[in-house]
């Protein structure tokens, strides 16, 4: 399997312009998580889906943020405006449907944001 | 409030150094401690979950235990490849997904 894939990588941008971050989650996973990591907060979930419907947003900083996810195998985050404080990196996960075991999340390998 | 607390934040040993990380948490019935290492410029990468007081788990030269209260990541004889951050999270009860981190400990192990 290929596991999360995360598009781009890197994103530099200025402020005011909408950024637009990609994840596609493992095949068969029906849980999508997007998180932002900062070296002051550490990882922060900003919003997680189930079935392709947002189950839980409190995390999501402001209205300047939006997730959606469209099919199980796409979802999209976007900054518009962006600032400059949004800048960090942001990671997708995903996680299998409920079994006996606690279902564990796994990351794709990020996206990193700077706004200048 | 669920929260969780890594010690230390740092930590420097000499290759086959043995040493424990600790991560302590408070949150409504535990149902899961999860325990994932993160490479520089990577997302983190599962190592192990803990469901209940007294369970252990290990890999390699890893060795996960728990607590009511706390959790400990023991390395034996580390190697320079293990120099990482390690990265504990919580699930609380209910059927809620979140998970709730802590900021991690970076881990250098110099040869």
């Known amino acids: 399997d290929a596991g999360v894939i995360q598009s781009p990588r890197h994103e530099v941008t200025e402020m005011g312009q909408e950024v637009t971050l990609r994840c596609k989650p493992i095949?068969?996973?029906?849980?999508l998580f997007w998180y932002r990591q900062t070296m002051m907060r550490g990882l922060e979930l900003l919003i997680y889906?189930?079935?392709?419907?947002?189950?839980?947003d409190s995390g999501m900083p402001e209205d300047r943020f939006s997730a959606k996810m469209p099919n199980a195998s796409f979802s999209t985050l976007k900054i518009q405006p962006s600032e400059p404080r949004d800048s960090a990196v942001y990671f997708c996960?995903?996680?299998?449907?409920?079994?006996?075991?606690?279902?564990?999340?796994?990351f794709g390998p990020g996206t990193r944001l700077l706004v200048l | 409030e669920d929260q969780v607390t890594q010690s230390p934040e740092a930590l420097r040993l000499q290759e086959g150094e043995s040493s424990s990380l600790n991560c302590s948490y408070t949150?409504?019935?535990?149902?899961?401690l999860f325990w994932y290492r993160q490479d520089p410029g990577k997302g983190p990468e599962f190592l192990f979950t803990?469901?209940?007081?007294?369970e252990e788990k290990e890999k390699e030269r890893l060795k996960a235990t728990l607590t009511k209260k706390e959790s400990f990541l023991h390395i034996t004889a580390p190697k320079p490849e293990d120099s990482a951050t390690y990265l504990c999270?919580?699930?609380?009860?209910?059927?809620?997904?979140?998970?709730?981190w802590g900021l991690g400990t970076s881990l250098a192990v110099n040869p």
């Open positions: 996960a995903s996680s299998p449907p409920r079994g006996r075991i606690l279902e564990t999340q796994y």
């Open positions: 949150v409504s019935g535990l149902r899961g």
């Open positions: 803990l469901y209940s007081a007294g």
């Open positions: 999270a919580v699930q609380g009860a209910g059927n809620n997904r979140k998970l709730i």
């Open positions: 889906f189930n079935n392709n419907v947002p189950i839980d």
């Open positions: 095949s068969g996973h029906d849980y």
